[in-house]
């Protein structure tokens, strides 16, 4: 079997320091170590859009973002236990296009460092709201490494609204070890991996549709325009 | 003997248990040969991690992907198999899948599709599916369980007869092109492709060529067999790998089913089946006994009906 290419590698102590932000390059092996927590459409909207206040962490009631600086886009394969404890199965991130729209408010809001997630944002995105922030995004590898992920869960610290939010939309805070491998999408120069290999494979997309005839019939899903006939 | 459903919920919680957490060999075997011959940094990177993650599921007994899809049902029935009430053995079923959602633990990812409202344990309305076929001179009960995440890599478009071959690959080229960036197809994926039928019967074949029929397989029609050859070519012809990055591995293998359509039309669909094809089968002999594999064994001649009679 093929050993994989060695890659720079980073083991990081969550919350991350600016200095540690500055190091990472695309294409950046990264794991954590600290907590995480976890956030996706049900606890935007609840926070930005219905304005309810954010939860705050253990019995001294601190800043849950004093704790973390790292956004996890995820929901977790867990259980709730009879004893009521949690028991975390396997960990993966969802798509993270989807949280675009949030993401500026939320970063000032949270002053969160880095965003985990599935298939990166749009490099704009890089450019005009994390970087000016100081804030990464790192993407989760191949999206089903979800053993390795729950492994490097050692344990809930906390979970919030999971009642009104159920176990994949709650707001989860994970104790981490060894958490990763994640790759690095985005630099605090808003670099995009992504939108790299994107631009070289598209240098050959063309050629492949070489020597195939059109469609008997143009139709959507191959236009956008809806002002055009499908005939 | 009567097969009960007693029996049936014993294999179903197994298979889910099993689908989650261990990777199919053939699908295993896929990837480690394509790991082999990857090119691309980042896309081999990929595949290495993908691979530690099998094992570290299979060492921990824990789901290799968190995202444990929408778990269904594929039932084949032998003709000769007896069992007391199907109404019971569908309602096994979904005992059997609220049960391996709390314990393996599965994401409860079924929710209504416009309420939201969920019951944490991947029933509801429509939920799970169940699929039913049947098999001659057989008293057995084949179970099938497949886990597949539903948002991303899969289309249908009504070609015409005129577009010919040319057509079905623009059409192949342009999903996986579209579903590749960034990863969001979770290749390198099985590729099933569905040719003709009606509509839904085109989307369904296309899903159970990708879902139900393992990394090597090939379809009796050899000129049929040729084509899955052929646009596996195609797709790790693209330059695109894993997560997107620049690469070979697209496609771990590509199976076409196909359905007698309609004389003006030919309707095609694609699906990918990800980096974590899920999937497990039980087969409950008339004793009692199970058995379990990972091949559903589903596309036999009698469910092609190759013959015309």
């Known amino acids: ?231 | 003997m009567t097969i009960t459903a007693k029996h049936i919920e014993t294999a179903a919680y197994e298979i889910m248990k099993k689908a989650a957490i261990d990777i199919p060999d053939d699908y295993l075997t896929g990837i480690e040969a394509m790991a082999d011959t990857e090119s691309g940094d980042l896309s081999a990177f990929v595949l290495s991690a993908m691979l530690d993650n099998y094992r570290a599921a299979t060492e921990d007994r824990r789901p290799m992907c968190a995202d444990t899809g929408l778990p269904r049902y594929y039932v084949k029935v032998g003709d000769k198999a007896r069992m007391d009430s199907m109404v019971a053995l569908e309602a096994a079923l979904r005992k059997a899948t609220a049960d391996a959602t709390h314990d393996v633990p599965l994401r409860p990812n079924r929710v209504h599709p416009l309420w939201r409202t969920e019951h944490n344990n991947n029933l509801g309305i429509n939920s799970p599916e169940v699929e039913w076929s049947f098999e001659p001179d057989a008293d057995w009960i084949d179970i099938t369980t497949v886990h597949k995440g539903g948002l991303f890599g899969t289309d249908y478009r009504m070609l015409f007869p005129g577009d010919g071959i040319d057509g079905i690959k623009r059409f192949l080229l342009d999903t996986l092109i579209a579903f590749g960036k960034r990863g969001l197809a979770c290749q390198p994926a099985i590729v099933g492709i569905g040719i003709g039928g009606s509509k839904d019967t085109c989307m369904q074949l296309g899903k159970q060529a990708a879902c139900l029929r393992v990394v090597g397989d090939r379809n009796p029609d050899p000129e049929i067999a040729k084509l899955e050859h052929e646009f596996k070519e195609l797709g790790n012809s693209i330059g695109m790998g894993a997560m997107g990055f620049v690469g070979s591995s697209m496609v771990v293998d590509c199976h076409i089913e196909v359905g007698y359509t309609h004389t003006g039309g030919m309707p095609v669909s694609v699906h990918t089946f990800c980096l974590s094809s899920r999937r497990a089968t039980a087969r409950i002999h008339s004793d009692g006994t199970i058995t379990y594999r990972t091949d559903p064994k589903w596309f036999t001649p009698y469910m092609r009906r190759e013959g015309i009679s």
């Open chain 1, 1 to 231: 079997m093929t050993t994989a290419p060695t890659r720079k590698t980073h083991h990081l102590t969550i919350p991350v320091k600016a200095s540690d932000i500055a190091m990472l390059k695309p294409g950046d092996i990264v794991y954590l170590e600290g907590v995480v927590y976890t956030a996706r459409e049900g606890v935007y909207d609840r926070v930005l859009e219905k304005q309810q206040p954010l939860p705050v962490s253990g019995q001294s009631g601190s800043d849950l973002f004093d704790i973390s600086n790292v956004n996890f886009h995820c929901s977790p394969a867990a259980a709730i236990l009879d004893d009521g404890s949690y028991k975390i199965g396997g960990v993966t991130a969802t798509a993270s296009f989807r949280f675009s729209k949030w993401m500026e408010r939320w970063l000032d809001l949270t002053n969160t460092k880095i965003v985990i997630g599935k298939g990166g944002m749009p490099k704009e995105d890089y450019t005009n709201i994390l970087a000016p922030r100081g804030a990464v995004y790192l993407t989760t590898v191949g999206y089903g490494t979800g053993a390795l992920l729950g492994r490097g869960v050692t344990s809930v610290k906390d979970v919030f609204w999971l009642d009104d939010l159920g176990i994949a939309q709650a707001m989860w805070m994970f104790n981490v070890k060894a958490f990763g491998p994640f790759i690095v999408d985005s630099d605090i120069a808003g670099n995009s991996l992504f939108a790299e290999h994107n631009a070289a494979i598209a240098e050959n997309i063309s050629a492949l549709y070489d020597g195939l005839k059109p469609p008997a019939l143009s139709r959507y899903g191959e236009t956008d325009n809806r002002k055009d006939e499908v005939m």
